[in-house]
């Protein structure tokens, strides 16, 4: 059995760490997120690609993967806003699905996980 499952909740120490991974993770998301925007943007303000636009489908293919890419990277700002509202309300780490603490390891590499392995993999 490991130590996890013998506590509820993480120390406020501990979620301070969790909170600056995600703080991080938040500010790199966003830029990233941003430059999506931007690109989309100039895009859009173009006149070539507004006039080639239908004739270059590898154009449109490019402009169609930025957007999923910047949808993509949105969705991820939301999750690691809402972890941070779980940081702030004590109950970051928990499963959703079990009700045990999510193993350290598995949220500093995704720090807005709510599921753990476990419940995951279906287990």
Request: proline share 2%.
């Amino acid at each position: 059995m490991s130590k996890n499952q013998h506590r509820t909740l993480y120390s406020d120490v501990e979620l301070e760490e969790f909170r600056s991974i995600i703080s991080k993770k938040l500010t790199r998301a966003k830029e990233q997120f941003n430059f999506y925007r931007q690109q989309i943007k100039d895009w859009a303000d173009n006149p070539d690609f507004k006039i080639k636009g239908l004739d270059d489908g590898a154009g449109v293919a490019e402009y169609e993967q930025l957007c999923a890419m910047s949808a993509r990277q949105e969705k991820l700002i939301q999750h690691l806003q809402n972890a941070i509202i779980r940081i702030d309300n004590k109950v970051y780490g928990i499963c959703r699905v079990t009700g045990k603490l999510i193993d350290k390891d598995r949220l500093r590499a995704v720090p807005h996980a709510t599921l753990s392995v476990e419940a995951k993999s279906g287990q």
